[in-house]
């Protein structure tokens, strides 16, 4: 399975995206469908990114989380904390905007995805902490919970 970095954030009432959370998966379908632990009302996911390529090593899957565990050390409150993943100073505040956060991960080689795309065939059938939701491959997920960049 694949291990994807997701990236989500707060927005605000004018559309601004405020603190970012990043999460490290092999799952895909269970993004469409819940908001992380500790998440406002209004959080979306903005994206995911991959590591190129069609072959699927535990050499990719592991530099995906070696990534996610450097980027919450330098922009969060580190992987102890119990809002693991969350970009933010203490007080919630936001301490990395999402362009440098693409520009970090397009510089360790990952590339983007789009989550208004379909499912696609190297995510596995299900999440299983999902409640049983299941998007089929090749189907256009729900876009509820995620916000257009473009």
Not at 57 to 72: A, E, F, H, I, P
Not at 91 to 109: F, W
Request: proline content about 7%; hydrophobic content about 35%; some cysteine.
């Amino acid at each position: 399975m694949r291990r994807r970095l997701w990236v989500g954030g707060e927005i605000g009432d004018s559309g601004a995206i405020g603190a970012l959370k990043i999460v490290h998966s092999p799952y895909y379908d269970g993004f469409f469908t819940f908001k992380p632990t500790y998440a406002c009302s209004r959080f979306r996911w903005l994206g995911w990114w991959q590591f190129p390529g069609v072959e699927v090593t535990d050499r990719d899957n592991r530099m995906v989380y070696d990534l996610w565990g450097r980027l919450v050390s330098t922009y969060g409150l580190g992987s102890d904390d119990l809002a693991v993943g969350w970009l933010r100073n203490s007080d919630g505040t936001a301490r990395v905007d999402l362009s440098t956060l693409q520009n970090r991960l397009n510089h360790a080689g990952m590339v983007a995805g789009d989550p208004r795309a379909p499912i696609p065939l190297d995510a596995p059938e299900r999440d299983p902490s999902n409640g049983g939701v299941k998007i089929p491959y090749g189907a256009v997920p729900p876009q509820d919970l995620i916000h257009r960049l473009s």
